[in-house]
Nanobody
């Protein structure tokens, strides 16, 4: 059974950092492109970053320079380092497999909440 389980979220102040973790199982992680997406309260899904099977990262313009996606194929784990967090980064963050940016559909975990507030 395929599983994606996010962790690492929390409540932080503006300017602080968090590292989100997505533990996976049940599929060939090392052969899979993976993504992080988020959903702010009252808004639709937003693609944040992706990384292909070769480890090449891609980041949305809205977070470029503040966010780093990475992966550990041995641990079958996906990471998202968030720095210089802003209140507008407040959202539920999901890791996603087989994610289509045009349709915003894919397989997601339950998510981890990030709240940025002073």
């Amino acid at each position: 059974e395929m599983q994606l389980v996010e962790s690492g979220g929390g409540m932080v102040q503006p300017g602080e950092s968090l590292r989100l973790v997505c533990a996976t199982s049940g599929f060939r992680f090392d052969q899979s492109a993976m993504n992080w997406v988020r959903q702010a309260p009252g808004k639709g899904l937003e693609w944040v970053a992706g990384i292909n099977a070769a480890g090449v990262p891609y980041h949305a313009d809205s977070v470029r320079g503040r966010v780093t996606i990475s992966r550990d194929n041995f641990k079958k784990t996906l990471y998202l380092q968030l720095t210089h967090l802003k209140p507008e980064d407040t959202a539920m963050y999901y890791c996603a497999k087989d994610f289509d940016i045009t349709t915003m559909r894919g397989i997601r975990g339950p998510g981890t909440q990030v709240t940025v507030s002073s």
